[in-house]
Nanobody, 128 residues
């Protein structure tokens, strides 16, 4: 069983919205000091993953890539032990496989390679 499970991907037209969810299966977002990041991998880009957003669950602070600022919002839902990524005003260039990942050192600024656990991804396709 994966430590993190993403859901909510699908097909949406440009300008539309999607909500992604990342459920923590093997740890607690309310008890553990953890950073949860969202990353995306565009089609045909191999294993390269680009950071999109991140939340520090202890401080409830967040970070966003310039490409998504003002359009995406990351938040936590402790009752569901999940992190949510609300994506608005979607563009074709947002099309990607979206992953969530956890850094057990609770630092959103950690390099991608330092994130400890990954989900299997959920596909977002933005097309008219």
């Amino acid at each position: 069983q994966a430590q993190l499970v993403e859901s909510g991907g699908g097909l949406v037209q440009p300008g539309g919205s999607l909500t992604l969810s990342c459920e923590a299966v093997t740890f607690s977002l309310s008890r553990d000091y953890i950073a949860i990041g969202w990353f995306r991998q565009a089609p045909g880009r191999g294993r390269e993953q680009v950071s999109v957003a991140c939340i520090n669950t202890a401080e409830n602070s967040s970070w966003y890539a310039d490409s998504v600022k003002g359009r995406f919002t990351i938040s936590r839902d402790d009752a569901k032990n999940s992190v949510v990524l609300q994506m608005n005003s979607l563009k074709p260039e947002d099309t990607a496989l979206y992953y969530c990942a956890a850094d057990y050192d609770a630092w959103c600024g950690a390099p991608v390679s330092k994130f400890d656990a990954w989900g299997e991804g959920t596909l977002v396709t933005v097309s008219s």
